[in-house]
């Protein structure tokens, strides 16, 4: 990643409707506001016995797909592969009682030259990853249901 490119490189679009979040009320400019910002998440996978297991994580959200990037050797990889959803849960990080849970779907693919991670790094903490030499795998969420909570409804 050009680390002089704020923008980073463009986001695919793996699946369909992946801006059309259905199961769940709309994703509101307040809400998604919160999606845009570098806050707390805690995304949570199901393990090869069906217990489920929850990690915080880093992710960034693109206006459809949201993207999580995974260390090539962890447990929640494997997890992935085997069953491939996933659920994320953003903290507002101005007022962490209000959230946003999303789950859905999500399709892998290796990060060869680290682009994405970088990416992900750089809206958290403003620098590139610092760790070059482990494999990075991309799992691109599309959101199929969303559940916000503390937010003001609007009619």
């Known amino acids: 990643m050009n680390a002089s ?10 699946g369909s409707g992946a801006d059309e979040p259905t199961g769940g009320p709309a994703l509101t400019p307040e ?6 910002r570098p806050n707390p998440a805690v995304m949570a996978t199901v393990r090869s016995d069906g217990s ?5 994580t880093w992710y960034l959200w693109l206006g459809g797909p949201v993207l999580l990037n995974l260390d090539g050797g962890r447990a929640r990889l494997r997890h992935l592969r085997a069953v491939p959803r ?8 101005a007022e962490w009682h ?8 999500v ?3 290796e990060d060869a030259d680290l682009q994405w991670i970088d990416r992900i790094a750089m809206h ?3 620098r590139p990853y610092p760790n070059r030499d482990r494999p990075r795998v991309n799992a691109w969420m599309t ?3 969303v559940h916000v909570w503390g937010f003001r409804h609007r009619q």
């Open 98 to 105: 209000r959230h946003v849970s999303i789950q859905g779907p």
């Open 124 to 126: 958290y903490t403003g």
């Open 143 to 145: 959101i199929g249901r």
């Open 86 to 93: 996933v659920s994320l849960t953003v903290l507002d990080g």
């Open 5 to 14: 490119d704020p923008t980073g490189p463009a986001a695919p679009t793996p």
């Open 31 to 36: 809400v998604t506001e919160v999606l845009r």
């Open 107 to 109: 399709t892998l693919e």
């Open 52 to 56: 489920p297991v929850t990690v915080a």
